[in-house]
C-alpha cells in the first residue's frame, strides 16, 4: 500500500523527531535569552518543546458524564453528529466533531463536512460570559492546533469566565474531506523540495516559479477539482466528483461558525480572529450582522482587495518593520546587536553588500556539521525569505537574524542553518511502524488547503508570467525588504480552475447589533494599519485600536494596555476611546525571560505578562 496505508513503512511529510528538537532547542536557549527562532518550522519545533507536556498525537483521557473513548484510539474515534456532542479528550479539552452540508446553497444527506471543534471550559463559573471563537489565521490554520496549546493565554486575556473554543475550518487539519493535492506524502515532501527560488533572485526566475505554481494548480484540480471519478472508491465517489476544493470558501466557513455557535447554545457570537481570521471575521459579520455579541479583529487584512485576488497594498509597511530592524540594532549597540554598525542607514548598507555577495557566491556549510551527513547551502533567497520570516516577530527574532548575518558575513553559515532549520533532518522521514490513523494526526497549518481557500476566495486568475512579473514589480515597489518574496501569495493561484461554488466578495458592511473591535500596529509587516481603516468604513460604531509597535498582530509584542482594552471589550462590552494608541511593553532586542516581563508584579499581571509572552512566542500561520 501506499504511504497513507496501514501497513508496511510509513513516511510522514515532516522533520526531526520530539527528542531531536529538544536537543537544538536546548543549545539555542542556552546561547540565547531571546528564545529567537526563526522560520515556521524552526519556531513551530520550539513550540513544541515548550509545550511537551502535553499529548500531542493522541488524546488523554479523564472520568467524567461526558463521553469517552480509549487513549490512543484519537480524533477518528469520533463519530460526527449533527448536534454538538462533547467528547474528553487531552485531559482538560472538550472536543467534537459536528456533521454539516458539504455545500450549503444546495444541502443534501449525501455529501457531507465533518468540522473537528476543541473547546478549554471557562475556569470562573460564578460570572460565566459563554465561549469566545479563536481564529488563528492562514488561511488554513489549525483551530484545534492551536487552542490545545494556547487556550488558557487567550482566556487569560479575555476572561476566565469564558469558555475558549475552535475548530479546523473544513478542508483543514482534522476536519473533513481534508484538502490533499497528492496522492501520497512522499509525493507532496518531493514536489514541496522543487520550489523555486525568490522570484527576483535571478533572470528567468519568475517564468519557472509561474510555471512550477501552475503546475501545482493543475495538480490539485485533478484531485480536489471534481469530475469522473471511476478509479475511486465507491464510497468516495460522489464526494470525489463534487470536487471538495469547491467548498472551502470563506463563506462556507462562516457559515459553519454560526452552526457551531448555535448547536453549542448560543444566539450571538463572541469572537477573537487574527490575520486571516480577520476576513471570516468581517465575512461572518457581514452575513449575519445581528449575531455578533462581541468581535476582534486583530491583525486586518483587507477583505476587498483579498476576495479581489490582486492586493498590493497588504505589503505597504513592511519596510517599516525592516527599518526598526536597522534602527533598533543601532540603538542597542555591538554588545546586544551583533549587526551593529554606526548608524541604522550604515546597517542596512551592510546587509545590501551581505545580499549581493551571497546572490553571486552562496555559503557552503560542510555535511560533518550535520547529522544527516548532507552539505547545505545558504542562497541568496534563502536569507531572503529568512529576513521576511524575521519580520512577523521582531521582540524574538531579530536578535538572533543579527547573530545569522553577521556569521554569514564571515563566510560562516551554520548560525543560519540552526537558526532556520533548513538542516533539520530528513525532508522525507520512512520509519517502519504503522502509517497514520485514518484522520491525519493534528497539524498547525494544512498547506494545500492554505492555497485553496486563497485561490477560492480570490477568483480564477488568468495572469501571464508577464502580467504577473508587473503586479511583483508594484510589490517591490511598495517594499525593497519582501515585495518579491510575498508575491507567492498570488503566485500560488496561477493556473488556478478549481472555482468555489460559493464565493462570497462584498460589500463588506453591515449594522452589526454590537460594534466591532479592530487592533491594528502601525508598522505590520502584513497587515498595515490601512486594512482596518478599509475594513472598519462599512460597519457603523467600531473602533480602531491602534499599538504603536511593529510585527503582525497584536500578539507580536506584549502590551499590557492592549489586552486590558480588549479584556474591557469582552467583559463589559467597553469601546476603546477613538484615536487610542496603546504602547509595547518592550521594543525590539530588548531581553526578556520566560518566567514574567516584570518581576515583583502582583500575581495577576504576573499571570497576564506571561501569558503574553507564550502568545508572542507561538508560531505565526503564513499563506
Known amino acids: 500500500m501506499d504511504a497513507k496505508g496501514v501497513h508496511g513503512p510509513a513516511c510522514h511529510r515532516g522533520g526531526t523527531s520530539l527528542a531531536a528538537q529538544e536537543k537544538r532547542m536546548g543549545r539555542m536557549i542556552r546561547l540565547s535569552l531571546t528564545l529567537s527562532v526563526m522560520s515556521l518550522c524552526f519556531v513551530t519545533q520550539m513550540f513544541l518543546t515548550m ?17 469517552e473513548y480509549p487513549e490512543k484510539r484519537g480524533w477518528w474515534s469520533i463519530t460526527p453528529t449533527t448536534d454538538l456532542v462533547w467528547h474528553n479528550c487531552y485531559e482538560k479539552y472538550d472536543c467534537a466533531k459536528l456533521d454539516v452540508p458539504l455545500d450549503w446553497i444546495d444541502p443534501s444527506d449525501e455529501l457531507r463536512a465533518s468540522i473537528a471543534i476543541i473547546r478549554y471550559n471557562a475556569t470562573d463559573r460564578e460570572n460565566y460570559r459563554g465561549p469566545v471563537f479563536i481564529n488563528p489565521g492562514g488561511p488554513g490554520g489549525s483551530g484545534v492546533w492551536f487552542v ?52 527576483d533572485a535571478h533572470q528567468g526566475t519568475l517564468y519557472d516559479a509561474y510555471a512550477h505554481a ?28 463534487a470536487g471538495p476544493g469547491r467548498f472551502v470558501s470563506t463563506a462556507s466557513v462562516a457559515r459553519d461558525m454560526l452552526e457551531i455557535m448555535e448547536k ?5 457570537l463572541r469572537y477573537w480572529g487574527f490575520s486571516y481570521g480577520t476576513v471570516l471575521g468581517t465575512t461572518f459579520a457581514t452575513m449575519f450582522p445581528d449575531r455578533i455579541d462581541r468581535m476582534v479583529n486583530d491583525g486586518n487584512v483587507d477583505a476587498v482587495e483579498f476576495t479581489a485576488g490582486n492586493g498590493t497594498h497588504f505589503v505597504q509597511d513592511t519596510d517599516k518593520v525592516m527599518d526598526a530592524f536597522y534602527r533598533f540594532c543601532h540603538q542597542a549597540g555591538p554588545e546586544n546587536c551583533t549587526f551593529y554598525a554606526s548608524s541604522p542607514g550604515e546597517i542596512e548598507a551592510r546587509l545590501e553588500r551581505l545580499l549581493k555577495t551571497i546572490r553571486k557566491h552562496p555559503i557552503i556549510v560542510p555535511a560533518p556539521q550535520f547529522s544527516n551527513k548532507r552539505p547545505e547551502v545558504v542562497s541568496f533567497s534563502s536569507v531572503r525569505r529568512m529576513i521576511a520570516s524575521a519580520l512577523y516577530r521582531p521582540l524574538v527574532m531579530f536578535p538572533s537574524l543579527a547573530d545569522a548575518l553577521a556569521a554569514l558575513e564571515e563566510g560562516n553559515g551554520r548560525p543560519f542553518i540552526d537558526f532556520s532549520g533548513q538542516g533539520a533532518g530528513d525532508p522525507i522521514l520512512c520509519e517502519n511502524e504503522p502509517g497514520p490513523t485514518p484522520e491525519l494526526p493534528e497539524v498547525e497549518d494544512s498547506p494545500d488547503a492554505t492555497n485553496a481557500i486563497l485561490c477560492s476566495d480570490g477568483g480564477l486568475m ?82 480602531i485600536l491602534v499599538l504603536d509597535t511593529y510585527g503582525h498582530t497584536s500578539l507580536t509584542m506584549p502590551s499590557r494596555c492592549a489586552a486590558k482594552a480588549i479584556n474591557a471589550y469582552f467583559q463589559d462590552g467597553k469601546l476603546p ?7 509595547p511593553d518592550m521594543m525590539p532586542f530588548d531581553k526578556f525571560n520566560i518566567t514574567a516581563l516584570r518581576p515583583g508584579s502582583s500575581d495577576a499581571i504576573e499571570e497576564l505578562d506571561s501569558a503574553l509572552l507564550n502568545l508572542m512566542l507561538a508560531p505565526v500561520i503564513k499563506p
Open 51 to 67: 509545550w511537551k507536556n502535553g499529548s500531542f498525537d493522541s488524546f488523554g483521557m479523564h472520568a467524567s458524564s461526558q463521553k
Open 148 to 199: 490545545k496549546r494556547l487556550a488558557p493565554y487567550y482566556q487569560m486575556v479575555v476572561g476566565k469566565n469564558h469558555d475558549i473554543i475552535s475548530f479546523d475550518p473544513r478542508g483543514v487539519g482534522i476536519s473533513t474531506p481534508r484538502i490533499d493535492c497528492w496522492e501520497s506524502d512522499e509525493n507532496a515532501r518531493i514536489w514541496e523540495m522543487k520550489d523555486v527560488e525568490v522570484i
Open 214 to 241: 501552475s503546475a501545482f494548480s493543475k495538480q490539485c484540480a485533478s484531485m480536489i477539482g471534481g469530475g469522473n471519478r471511476t478509479s475511486t472508491l465507491l464510497s468516495d465517489r460522489s464526494l470525489a466528483e
Open 264 to 268: 453549542a447554545g448560543q444566539k450571538k
Open 462 to 543: 488568468t495572469d501571464t508570467a508577464d502580467e504577473f512579473g508587473s503586479y511583483v514589480d508594484k510589490l517591490v515597489a511598495l517594499s525593497k525588504s519582501a515585495g518579491a518574496t510575498m508575491a507567492h501569495m498570488r503566485l500560488a493561484c496561477m493556473g488556478w480552475t478549481v472555482e468555489a461554488k460559493w464565493r462570497f466578495a462584498g460589500p463588506f458592511e453591515g449594522n452589526t447589533s454590537f460594534p466591532i473591535l479592530w487592533v491594528a500596529n502601525t508598522g505590520d509587516n502584513v497587515t498595515p494599519l490601512r486594512s482596518a481603516v478599509q475594513n472598519a468604513k462599512g460597519f457603523p460604531g467600531s473602533v
Open 577 to 583: 476611546p477613538p484615536d487610542t494608541v496603546c504602547d
